[in-house]
Structures are given as C-alpha cells and as structure tokens.
C-alpha cells in the first residue's frame, strides 16, 4: 500500500534517536520537508518546538478525505431549487435555509429519521445526499455546496497510502456492495468521474480501481493536496498536560509560552499518557509521533502537536484469527490477496488439493468465487448454520448481488454429507488424534433433500455449514469438528476470512478504554468507540474524535455523517474560542 513520497531522505532512524522532530519552521509544511526536520539524539533539547495544528486526522480513506473536504471551508446548504420528500425534515431545513447544515443543530434535524445506521447524524447526512435510496430512487441531493475562503480549519490528513486508503490494496476484479453513487462524496458526483460505467440496467457496482481512482481524483479536483501527507505511519498518540509544577518531563523544556497556551512562567507540558497525573493538570494538546517511508525504506521520524487528532483507520487492519493450533503455519493466510497472488504464480490449479476457506461473509463467499472461477477445488467451512437468520446473503437482494446468492445457493444445497458420524470428542482429545485422523476427501456434494441444482453452480465446491477448525497441521491437513463428527482434510491453502479489526497500537492500551465496553478490544461490530452522537466526540477523551467504522459506519454512505458532525463541532467551538480561520489563509499548510 505504499506510495512514493514527497519528503527527501535523511537515511534511517540511528541507534540512540528518538523519532522526535523539531523544526524552525512555524508551519506543518514543516512535515513534507526533511531538511527542516532534523533528527535528535534522545538526550539532546531542541531548540524550539514542533509544529502545532489544530486537527490532525489519521487515515486517509474515504472518511479522512470527506473530513478534509468539509475543513477546508465547504460549506452545504439547502438547495432551494430542490424538495426533500420527507415533508417534516424538509420544513426543518426551510426554517434556517439561509445558514449551512454545519451551523445548525443537528440533533433536532436529525430527530424521527430512520436508516441503517446507528449513528442519527449519519442517517441525517445520507438522507440529505441520497433522498429515500433505501427505497431504491435516485432522488438529487437537497444540498448545495459552496466554499467559504474565510472560514476553514488547518488540518493535515496522515495516511499510509495515497487518499483513497485500504481501497488501494483491494481485489481489483470484485464489485463492491454498494452501489457506485453510494460511494461518492459531497461535491463530485462519480458517474462524472467514471464515464458513467453502468453495467446494465440493475446494477451499477463499481471495483475497487474505479474507487480508488475517484478518491484520488475527488482530491486533486477539490484542492485537498496540500493536507494530505502520504506514507505517514503514526506510532504513538499520547496526550500532553499544562501542569502547575516546576519540574521539567517528557519533552524536557518549557514551551508553554511558544505554543501561546501560558505565560512562559512556571508552566510546563508533561506526557503523561491518557490520564493527567499531575493535581489540577489540564489537558491541551497531543503529541502524534510517526516516520515517514521514502525512497530506499527509510523511515524519517516526525512529531506534531495537536489540539484535535481524529481517528479515522478504517478497520481492515488486524485479520481476526482462529486461535487453533497450526494458524500460523505457512499455508494459512488471512487475506484473499494471497489468493490471488498464489493464482497468480500458477500454483493453484484443477489438480491440486483443495482450498480451505473459512468464514461465512462476503470476504470469504469472494475468495469462493476467485477459487471456483479458476477451477480450483473448495472446501468451504463456517460456524453458522445456512438457515441462520444474520447470514449477510440474506440481506442483500438477488437482483444487486448475483454472485453472492450463488455461493449461498452452493452453501445450501452443497455441503458434506457424512457417513459414519462419531461422538465428538472434546477439544484436547482432538487436538491429540488429529495426525491420525485421515477422512476420505470430498465426494462430489449431493443436492440436499428436495433441492434443486442451480444452473452454474461449481461442481468442486463442497461446504461444511455448523462446523469448526479444530487445528492445522504440518503435513498441510485441517482438521474439521461438525455436529458429533471429526474429520481431517489435506489442503494446498487455507484462507481464514472471519472479519478484520482495527489496530489502536499507537493508543494507550490499544485503545480499548474508549469502546463502549472498555473490557473488550475495539471491534466494529461488537465494541465500537464510544462517542457523543452529534459530535463524534469520544466520550473518555475530549480533543480525540472518531469517524467510520471505528464507530459502526462500515459504509461509505454513512461514515460521511462523522464528518459532518466533527466539523459542525469544531466550527463551533473555534467560533466560541473566536480562533476560526477569518484571512483566507493558512499559516499551517
């Protein structure tokens, strides 16, 4: 996923530095310049301090970009040549026209709507971009954007790619789920951008080039350029406090008075990490520490304060794994890429064993499809039953999404019939037969009883619905527990596609204090980061936001709302402070 980058090289991180920058230079420009970022021996005190901005969002996909978009003074307002067709919405907007959605108040807009979000600002957002597209019309946004030159916020966008994030390292062949105009973002319509590539008449899908290709382009189109910095990996995100006390930590100099936040006196800024140990500290700002990737995989280490930082990292990060013995073996993969790769180079074919895939979403059901068009032998393995009702091929409709009732079709009518079932023994026991295990291979699968073929299905696909991984072995078998059976398989591949999670490693305790259950690991799904609904405002952490599916918006369509409530958020507030950009410049960028 790495880009060249616009920063010179200063060679790689010496023993003895820390990866602490600090330019002259009084602006973030600061960080797409080497040269004025020298690098410090961990004792030595820098002479003056690092640049100071007032958001700094990690991530730099489609939730970074719209973010930035909306920061850099875009501005939405009622189109009043245009009328929404929920009635009591729509006098809502008509009671303040003349002000933009982000000076309103988004709770009361947002009040009574309904949508497949959890987050009402981002049904609030959605409906105004795409009319009732729930109900499948293609109504014309009800908001017009205009871009106001003296109302902006200073930002830098810190992505490990170019803007358009993990889209880049996507399967160029699948479709997404959403439809093509679900992923576009305020202000270029993508069918003007992708010469209207509609495939036929019920489905206008996009892959992933096309997206990624419109994300780059929604960029330069718009002007963003300049806040985005590209091959930027952030290593630690650490809150810094203003303490009463006379004793120097962390950065090891006064610089209270350089950053305007004191007096110059006796005040001093202490890492502290989330909590502020100092009695009676306040906190102000953060401190983002990272390097940058350049030519020759040198790293130059930069550090930024913040008075916001954003997190925007998406949530494809960290593969969930099995946790069974054997995972880490060097046939088993967590990524469909490595499918491709291995199609690729030849070494999968219709005489080799079969691919194991494990999982019951749409990664897994495309890696199905990748193996089954190139003739290759599946074995399909999930936890579910087929007739469970949270199965995500019941969601969508067949029209959409072909291809995927297809492999549901096959999950189906299938699977593995077995033939002398045995008491399944516990998890220990299985593990120490597993070697000795040896079931036959997959028979050809045999309709179920009263089902029907369906024209096109893939012969060499057998699934195993309601069964397990128990273990992998060296001699490249897996081992299968189902319903008071045990069975072993030999395989050329294993593919583990049960979910991804985001990885907050730069984060105290990776992060995992900010879900909304600070027990559990941050999980899309099943623990997300627990923030003020209206502002995207983490509830444990004032200054830290977060946006996307870190907050339960896995769609584009939705996690567009996280920008309109941070942005909303931050005007305000600057506007209070009386700090808002007014010049029409930026002393930042």
């Not at 060249?4 to 600090?22: E, H, K, T, V």
């Not at 106001?148 to 699948?174: C, F, N, T, Y």
């Not at 897996?478 to 979910?499: D, E, R, Y």
Request: charged fraction near 20%; glycine fraction near 10%.
């Amino acid at each position: 996923m790495n880009r060249p980058g616009g920063i010179r090289a200063q060679g790689p991180l010496r023993s003895g530095q820390r990866g602490f920058a600090a330019p002259r230079a009084h602006n973030v420009a600061a960080l797409a310049q080497a040269a004025d970022m020298p690098l410090l021996e961990e004792t030595a005190l820098p002479q003056d301090h690092p640049p100071t901005v007032p958001v700094v969002i990690i991530g730099n996909g489609p939730s970074g970009i719209c973010l930035s978009y909306l920061l850099s003074g875009y501005k939405p307002y009622l189109d009043t040549t245009t009328v929404h067709p929920n009635q009591i919405l729509y006098r809502k907007l008509q009671e303040t026209k003349h002000l933009p959605i982000t000076e309103q108040d988004l709770e009361y807009l947002s009040e009574g709507l309904e949508g497949r979000s959890r987050n009402p600002v981002a049904v609030l957002f959605d409906t105004l971009l795409h009319p009732n597209a729930d109900f499948g019309y293609e109504f014309p946004s009800v908001l017009q954007w205009r871009k106001d030159k003296q109302h902006h916020i200073p930002h830098l966008v810190l992505g490990r790619s170019s803007p358009g994030g993990a889209w880049h390292a996507m399967e160029g062949s699948m479709l997404t789920i959403s439809l093509g105009i679900w992923m576009e973002l305020p202000g270029v319509n993508y069918r003007d951008l992708t010469n209207d590539k509609q495939r036929d008449t019920t489905n206008d899908r996009a892959t992933p080039e096309e997206i990624s290709s419109y994300y780059q382009n929604y960029v330069k189109i718009k002007g963003l350029q300049k806040n985005f910095v590209e091959n930027t990996y952030v290593t630690s995100i650490q809150k810094l406090c203003r303490g009463r006390s006379e004793e120097v930590v962390e950065l090891g100099h006064s610089i209270g008075a350089d950053l305007g936040l004191g007096d110059g006196g006796n005040e001093v800024f202490e890492g502290s990490g989330v909590e502020c140990e100092n009695n009676g500290a306040e906190c102000v700002l953060w401190e983002v520490r990272g390097y940058q990737q350049v030519q020759n995989n040198a790293h130059i280490p930069f550090c930024l304060f913040a008075e916001n930082v954003v997190l925007a990292t998406g949530a494809s990060d960290s593969p969930i794994r099995l946790g069974v013995e054997g995972e880490d073996l060097p046939f088993v993969y967590h990524s469909i890429s490595d499918l491709g790769l291995a199609l690729g180079r030849g070494q999968l074919d219709m005489n080799s064993d079969p691919v194991l895939v494990v999982g019951a979403g749409l990664s897994a059901a495309d890696a199905v499809l990748c193996a089954c068009n190139s003739n290759v032998r599946v074995l399909h393995v999930f936890r579910k039953s087929t007739e469970d009702s949270d199965l995500i091929f019941k969601q969508l409709p067949k029209t959409l999404y072909p291809e995927y009732h297809k492999v549901y079709n096959m999950m189906c009518s299938q699977t593995y019939k077995n033939v002398t079932p045995s008491p399944a023994p516990n998890r220990a026991q299985a593990v120490s037969i597993a070697s000795s295990v040896c079931a036959k291979m997959c028979p050809k699968p045999q309709l179920a009883t009263g089902g029907n073929a369906s024209v096109g299905l893939f012969p060499d696909y057998t699934s195993f619905p309601d069964h397990c991984v128990v273990s992998f072995q060296s001699d490249m078998k897996c081992l299968l527990q189902g319903i008071n059976t045990l069975k072993a398989f030999k395989v050329s591949m294993a593919l583990v596609l049960i979910g991804t999670n985001p990885d907050l490693f730069f984060l105290k305790g990776q992060g995992q204090y900010l879900g909304q259950d600070p027990t559990k690991p941050i999980s899309c799904k099943q623990n997300p980061v627990d923030i003020y609904p209206y502002t995207f405002e983490c509830t444990k952490e004032p200054g830290l936001f977060a946006m996307g599916p870190l907050v339960g918006d896995n769609f584009v369509r939705f996690l567009k709302g996280g920008a309109l409530g941070i942005t909303s958020c931050l005007l305000k507030r600057l506007k209070k402070k009386e700090k808002l950009i007014s010049n029409g410049g930026n002393d930042f960028i």
